[in-house]
C-alpha cells in the first residue's frame, strides 16, 4: 500500500511540474515574441509592449524560484475531494484547479486542522520531496475512523524530520511544516503593529518571513505598489534568510539591515555599547533639531557689506525679523533658507537702490541691475550664509560630533562625560546609531537643491500621464484576450525605470521618502528608541509585524518591555502574540541556557522543546592561554559527530580573529567568517552576528566572557548556546558560568 500511495503520488507530482514546465515555456515564448516586435509606433504602443514584457518577465521569476518542493502537502476532504497544497497556485487551461496557493484561505486548514477540530480534514498528508521526486510520505489522520485501516497512516512526522535534517548555511522555509500556532499569527489581520514575541528556536524569523508572503498575496493591490520592508539586525542575518521569499512565491520584499536604511550609506556596528545607548535616546532628535537651529544665526552686531564701492548696513534686526518670517513657513531648513535669502536680498537692494539714486537724483534709468550686483557680492553671499548655512545632513551630524563647541551648544541636557563619549574626527566611518540621526537630520533639513520641489512636481505630472496611459493599456490588454492580474497603478509602476528592471519596492530603497505599506522587523528587541523613530517614518500607516525577544536583548540601547519600546510611537495601535513551542534547540541545550540565565538572576522565556538530542552540552576546562589549541583539538571530533554538519565557532573579542587564523591554517578554504560565510563547513563568528542563525553544531570560547554587563542583561551567552540544533561544546579557561552543567 505504501509503494501504491507513493507512486500515486508521483504521478500526480508530474503532472504539476509539467504544467509548471508548460507555463514557464508559454511565458518564455511570449516575452520572445513581445521583445522582437521592438520599441516601434506611438507611444501608447511602446507603453503597452513593455507592460505585456514586465507581466511575461515577473511571471517567469515566480515560476523559477518554486520549482524546489513546489507541492508539499494533500487535504483529505470529507467531501471525498483531495485538495494539492503548494507554493503557487496551478490551474490547467481550462481552469480546473490542480494545486492551491498555501496564503489561500482554504489552505488554512492544513495548517490549523486539529483531531478535536478537524474542519473538514479527514488526513492531512505530507509529501517530502527531493527534486522532482516523491521520497517520502508523511500522515496525520483527523478522523479515528481512519485508524481502522492501519494501511491509511504513512510516514513518522514531517515536522520532526525537518527539524532533524542538516543546515546548510541558508535559511528554509517552513511553508510545509507549519504549525497551527505559527499559521495563525501569520494570517492575522494587517492593520496596526503586531508584535510576535518567542524565545529562541520557537520559529519567529520564519513566522515573519512567512507572514510577509502573506500579506503580499492577500493585500496584492495595497502592497505592491507601496512595497514590504524587512529589516533584520546584521548584513550575515540578511544573507542567511535571502532565499526564503523567493522560495514562498514572492520576489518583491526590500530586505535590509539597520545601516543600510538610509540612501547613500553603509554603516558598521557601533564599538562603544554606552555610545549606542546615547545615540540611541529619543532626546538626540532634539539634539539634531538644535543643530539645526544651530545653523540659523543671528550676527552680533551690525555688519558693514561692501557691493560695488558701496557699503549696505546688515542689522541684527533685520536678520532676526527676516528668520522669523522664513521659519514661519514651516518648511523644512534647506527650503526655508529661500524664504530668508530672498527676504534679505530683496531689503539690500532696496539699500543699494536708495544710495544710487542719492547721486543720480532725478535720473530715471533702469535700475534691475542693481538685485544682481546685491546676490553676486562676495560680502552679501558670505554674510547670508553664515547667518542660514545650506546643509546636508553628513556634514550637520558629522560637524555635531567633531566639534566640541556646536556639540555643547546643541547637548545642553547630556552630562560632559557623556558628550566626550560622542566627540569623534571628522571622518569617521558611519555608524548603525548614526543612521537614525542622518535621517533625523533629513527630515529637519529637506532637500538641498532648490530645484527638487518643481522636480517632484514634474514627476508627478508624469505620473499622472503614465497611469491614464496604464489604465488605456489594461483595456487594449483585455480585448486582446489577456488574462489582467494587475492594477493600473501596478502595471505604471512596472513600466518605470524598465532598462534595470526594479519594482516599486526596490525603487524605495534609494528614495529617503518612501512610505512603505508595511515592515517586518526580526530580533526587534535590540533597536534603539531613535531607530524606532525612524522605521515610523518609513510607515506613516504604522502597519508593522515586530518579532524578537525581549529576554535576548543584548543593547544596552535595546528594549526593556515590549511596552517601554512601542508606546511612545505606536501608542496603543499595537498587539502582543507569543510563540511557545521551542522547535529547533534540544531540550537538554534549551534547558541548560535556561539554567545559565536563571543562575545569573535573569527571567527568560522558556518555551518548551518538542525533541530530546543526542547530546547532552559538554564542558572542557583548560589553563590560560589553551583554548585556542584545544579547540583545534575538538573540531575533528565534532565534524564527525555531525557527519557532514554546519559547525559554528562562537568567540569574542580577540579570540575571534586567533580561532579563524588557527582554523584556516589546517582546514584552509573549508573555514568561513563574517557574512555570507555559511557555506563553508565551519564558520568562525561573534555572539551578535549569530543572532537569529542556527547551526547543527556549536563551539563556544570563553563562555564567561560573554555573560557580563557590555554584552547586553541576558548576554550573549545565552544567544550563542541556543544557536545549536544538535550538539554545544564549551571551552573556558575561566570559570565556568553556573548553571551550564546540572
Known amino acids: 500500500m505504501h509503494d501504491a500511495d507513493l507512486a500515486q503520488e508521483q504521478d500526480y507530482v508530474a ?34 509592449r513593455d507592460a505585456f514584457a514586465a507581466l511575461y518577465e515577473d511571471r517567469l521569476a515566480q515560476l523559477d524560484a518554486v520549482d524546489d518542493r513546489l507541492v508539499f502537502g494533500r487535504l483529505d476532504l470529507d467531501s471525498g475531494e483531495a485538495q494539492y497544497i503548494g507554493r503557487i497556485g496551478l490551474s490547467t487551461e481550462d481552469l480546473q484547479r490542480l494545486m492551491i496557493d498555501w496564503r489561500a484561505p482554504e489552505a488554512g486548514h492544513f495548517y490549523q486542522a486539529t483531531a478535536f477540530d478537524r474542519q473538514g480534514v479527514r488526513r492531512r498528508r505530507h509529501l517530502i520531496l527531493q527534486g522532482r521526486d516523491v521520497k517520502a510520505i508523511e500522515d496525520d489522520v483527523l478522523d479515528s475512523e481512519l485508524l481502522l485501516d492501519q494501511e491509511a497512516l504513512q510516514g513518522e512526522g514531517a515536522l520532526l524530520a525537518a527539524l532533524n535534517s542538516r543546515r546548510t548555511g541558508r535559511m528554509s522555509d517552513i511553508v510545509g511544516t507549519i504549525q497551527s500556532e505559527q499559521d495563525r499569527i501569520i494570517r492575522s489581520p494587517m492593520s496596526g503593529a503586531l508584535v510576535v514575541q518567542g524565545g529562541p528556536g520557537t520559529g519567529k524569523t520564519a513566522v515573519a518571513l512567512h507572514r510577509a508572503a502573506y500579506l503580499l498575496y492577500s493585500h496584492r493591490e495595497r502592497l505592491k505598489t507601496a512595497g514590504v520592508l524587512l529589516v533584520g539586525p546584521s548584513s550575515s ?23 543600510r536604511l538610509m540612501p547613500g550609506i553603509t554603516a558598521i556596528p557601533e564599538a562603544e555599547s554606552d555610545v549606542a545607548a546615547i545615540k540611541g535616546r529619543l532626546s538626540m532628535a532634539k539634539v539634531v533639531a538644535n543643530a539645526v537651529a544651530n545653523r540659523q544665526r543671528i550676527p552680533a552686531a551690525t555688519r558693514y557689506l561692501e557691493v560695488d564701492g558701496r557699503k549696505l548696513l546688515l542689522t541684527p534686526r533685520q536678520v532676526r525679523r527676516a528668520l522669523d518670517r522664513a521659519r514661519n513657513t514651516g518648511k523644512p531648513h534647506n527650503e526655508a533658507r529661500l524664504t530668508f535669502i530672498k527676504i534679505m536680498l530683496r531689503e539690500l537692494t532696496e539699500q543699494m537702490t536708495e544710495l544710487v539714486e542719492e547721486n543720480n537724483l532725478g535720473n530715471n534709468a533702469d535700475r534691475s541691475y542693481l538685485a544682481e550686483d546685491v546676490r553676486s557680492a562676495r560680502d552679501v553671499r558670505t554674510v547670508l550664509n553664515l547667518c542660514w548655512m545650506p546643509m546636508t545632513p553628513e556634514k550637520l551630524i558629522s560637524e555635531l560630533f567633531s566639534k566640541p563647541a556646536i556639540l555643547d551648544a546643541c547637548a545642553p541636557g547630556l552630562t560632559a562625560v557623556e558628550r566626550d563619549a560622542l566627540r569623534r574626527p571628522v571622518d569617521a566611518p558611519w555608524t548603525e546609531s548614526d543612521v ?27 505620473r499622472a500621464r503614465d497611469l491614464a496611459n496604464a489604465k488605456q493599456t489594461l483595456v487594449n490588454m483585455e480585448a486582446a484576450g489577456v488574462d489582467v492580474l494587475v492594477s493600473a497603478e501596478e502595471l505604471m509602476d512596472g513600466n518605470q525605470e524598465r532598462e534595470t528592471r526594479l519594482t516599486a519596492a526596490e525603487r524605495a530603497t534609494t528614495d529617503r521618502t518612501w512610505a512603505f505599506g508595511h515592515i517586518v522587523v526580526d530580533e526587534a528587541q535590540e533597536l534603539s528608541p531613535m531607530q524606532w ?48 513551542v521551542n522547535y529547533r534547540t534540544p531540550a537538554q541545550i534549551a534547558e541548560a541556557a535556561v539554567r545559565m540565565a536563571n543562575a545569573a538572576g535573569l527571567v527568560v522565556s522558556a ?14 576546562r583548560v589553563p590560560v592561554g589553551g583554548v585556542i589549541d584545544r579547540l583545534l583539538d ?16 562562537i568567540a569574542d573579542g580577540d579570540l575571534l580573529p586567533e580561532a579563524t587564523a588557527a582554523l584556516r591554517s589546517v582546514y584552509g578554504k573549508r573555514i568561513g567568517n563574517g557574512a555570507g560565510s555559511y557555506e563553508q563547513d565551519i564558520v568562525v563568528i561573534s555572539p551578535r552576528d549569530a543572532k537569529g542563525l542556527e547551526f547543527d553544531g556549536v563551539v563556544i570560547l570563553e563562555p564567561g566572557d560573554m555573560l557580563s554587563q557590555k554584552h547586553g542583561r541576558v548576554g550573549d ?13 564549551l571551552i573556558a579557561s575561566g570559570p565556568v558560568p553556573a548553571g551550564i552543567e546540572p
Open 15 to 48: 503532472g504539476l511540474y509539467t504544467r509548471l514546465d508548460e507555463l514557464r515555456a508559454e511565458k518564455r515564448f511570449q516575452l520572445a515574441q513581445v521583445r522582437r516586435s521592438g520599441a516601434v509606433g506611438t507611444m501608447q504602443n511602446v507603453s503597452e
Open 237 to 259: 542575518f540578511m544573507r542567511y534568510i535571502e532565499r526564503v521569499l523567493p522560495s514562498l512565491g514572492e520576489t518583491g520584499v526590500v530586505m535590509a539591515s539597520v545601516g
Open 436 to 462: 537614525p540621526l542622518l535621517d533625523e537630520a533629513a527630515e529637519l533639513l529637506g532637500e538641498l537643491d532648490p530645484l527638487a520641489g518643481r522636480a517632484m512636481a514634474q514627476q508627478e505630472n508624469d
Open 533 to 580: 523613530r525612524l522605521l515610523v517614518r518609513r510607515c506613516p500607516l504604522k502597519s508593522f509585524t515586530i518579532v524578537g525577544d525581549i529576554a535576548q536583548t543584548s543593547s544596552i540601547a535595546g528594549a526593556n518591555s515590549w511596552q517601554s519600546a512601542l508606546s511612545p510611537l505606536f501608542g496603543d495601535r499595537w498587539q502582543l502574540e507569543e510563540l511557545t
Open 607 to 620: 518555551p518548551k522543546a518538542v525533541r530530546e538530542g543526542k547530546w547532552f552540552p559538554e564542558v572542557d
Open 634 to 649: 575538538v573540531v575533528p571530533h565534532e565534524l564527525e559527530a555531525l557527519d557532514g554538519g554546519l559547525l559554528a565557532v
Open 717 to 729: 551567552l545565552y544567544v550563542a548556546m541556543t544557536r545549536a540544533t544538535q550538539k554545544l561544546h
